[in-house]
């Protein structure tokens, strides 16, 4: 059997015994809460002396004065964390996750190949990209990672395992393994639980994951599900130490990644809203109605402001209602700033304020992904999240990316 797309990796976790320890060590992925930064305020408070919230940079913090010494620290620290984060050789872990609504979200962490990851729209490669990738998002990300010498990911990746053949596999066996941590995640994630898999079992799975890819062969093997830029970043420093000779055995040839079953229960994808502020709101509503009177509309939103909210037509540009919703944006020509949100009721608190307006609009279905990404290539940029802010997923493990 040769070396897997999806493999096993040497993995580094604390050696805490404590469970308060866990909880004060792991963080929420770095793009979430980007307009609340008393969230992370708050994060700061709760930290433990060895966090990953040390190594991390919040996008919350770009383009204020905590960027500075957010970057500052995590060269500072992350050399430390080094020295004492206990590396589990070639091996994955199973993840079981209670989210905050009380769903269990099973997953494995392993290591990822890069040379099989594309994400440009057109890509045909076994990994594929979901959404459309904003490439001015990556060279902050990759300026960070050409500094580390660990990576910590954030990243899920979907499997469409409906032969049980890789995560309820090791569900099936999780008695037989040993467990790593069990603890409650800070600021309501829920409670997390993982096991070690190595050993038998760990050959075991690597034969049914081979055998998985090879039914998979010549069309899409693993979709991206969530941090599709923090992989894009991965992907784009791993081509540059390529220009600049790198060996193919580089460890920054793998990205380390948590697999999950497309079909899980637990797995719902949740919309992704628009916040558009520092407009003039009247303006922007204008445009839209006008944009849809020329193009057609067979789609609708709901547009939120200070004032209340109403529905507005979405001009017929795209199959999805937020496709046709951001590519008006992008092509408008009024000059706003953007964010994407996670949550109804976040949307509606931020848009309250007299230059905002908030756009609740469809994504799509998770049945329909693997199909959409086949017929149409990538996802519209933010079309979906993997459940509301506080299920993604908080840095645990994390990797050696230097030699």
Same mark, same amino acid.
């Given at each position: 059997m040769g070396e897997t797309i999806f493999g096993a990796a040497d993995i580094l976790l604390p050696p805490?015994?404590? #469970?308060?320890?866990? =909880?004060?060590? @792991?963080?929420?992925? !770095?793009?979430?809460?980007?307009?609340? #930064?008393?969230?992370?305020?708050?994060?700061?408070? $709760?930290?433990?002396a060895l966090s990953t919230l040390d190594m991390i940079l919040p996008e919350a913090?770009?383009?204020?004065?905590?960027?500075?010494?957010?970057?500052? &620290?995590?060269?500072?620290k992350m050399?430390?964390?080094?020295?004492?984060? /206990?590396?589990?050789?070639?091996s994955m872990v199973y993840v079981e996750r209670v989210l905050p609504d009380g769903g269990v979200r099973r997953g494995i962490?392993?290591?990822?190949?890069?040379?099989?990851?594309d994400y440009t729209p057109s890509s045909a490669s076994p990994v594929r990209a979901t959404e459309k990738t904003v490439v001015e998002r990556i060279p902050p990300r990759v300026e960070i990672r050409r500094g580390a010498p660990i990576e910590l990911p954030h990243v899920m990746v979907f499997a469409d395992d409906r032969k049980g053949m890789l995560i309820q596999y090791l569900c099936?066996? &999780?008695? @037989?393994? &040993? &467990?790593?941590?069990?603890?409650d995640l800070m600021l309501g994630g829920g409670h997390i639980t993982a096991y070690l898999v190595d050993g038998e079992i760990l050959r075991a799975l $690597?034969?049914?994951?081979?055998?998985?890819?090879?039914?998979? @062969?010549?069309?899409?093997?693993?979709?991206?599900g969530d941090g599709n830029h923090s992989l894009a970043s991965a992907k784009a420093y791993w081509e540059q130490l390529k220009a600049d000779g790198a060996a193919p055995d580089h460890p920054a040839r793998r990205a380390l990644v948590e697999l999950v079953d497309l079909g899980d229960g637990a797995i719902a994808f949740e919309p992704i809203y628009r916040l558009i502020t520092n407009c003039d709101t009247e303006k922007l509503i204008s445009a839209l109605r006008e944009s849809a009177e020329k193009h057609g509309s067979k789609k609708t939103a709901v547009a939120v402001t200070a004032d209340g909210e109403r529905e507005v =037509?979405? #001009?017929?540009? /795209?199959?999805?209602?937020?496709? !046709? $919703?951001?590519?008006?944006?992008?092509?408008?020509? $009024?000059?706003?700033? !953007?964010?994407y949100i996670h949550g109804e009721d976040t949307l509606r608190t931020l848009s309250r304020r007299p230059d905002a307006v908030g756009f609740l609009c469809g994504g799509i279905e998770k049945s329909e992904l693997f199909d959409y990404v086949t017929r149409h290539g990538v996802l519209p940029r933010k079309t979906f999240s993997m459940g509301e802010a506080r299920s993604k997923r908080y840095y645990l493990e994390a990797r050696k990316i230097t030699f």
């Open positions: 805490f015994d404590d #469970p308060a320890e866990w =909880s004060a060590y @792991s963080v929420i992925a !770095c793009d979430q809460f980007t307009s609340e #930064p008393e969230y992370w305020e708050k994060a700061e408070k $709760l930290s433990g913090y770009l383009g204020t004065n905590k960027e500075a010494a957010a970057k500052w &620290r995590i060269a500072e050399p430390l964390a080094l020295q004492k984060l /206990h590396c589990y050789k070639s962490v392993g290591s990822i190949d890069l040379e099989e990851y099936d066996r &999780r008695e @037989s393994l &040993r &467990r790593l941590y069990d603890f $690597l034969c049914n994951i081979a055998d998985y890819e090879a039914e998979k @062969s010549g069309s899409v093997v693993y979709a991206m =037509s979405l #001009p017929d540009l /795209h199959p999805l209602a937020i496709g !046709c $919703l951001q590519q008006f944006l992008d092509t408008c020509g $009024l000059t706003f700033d !953007c964010d």
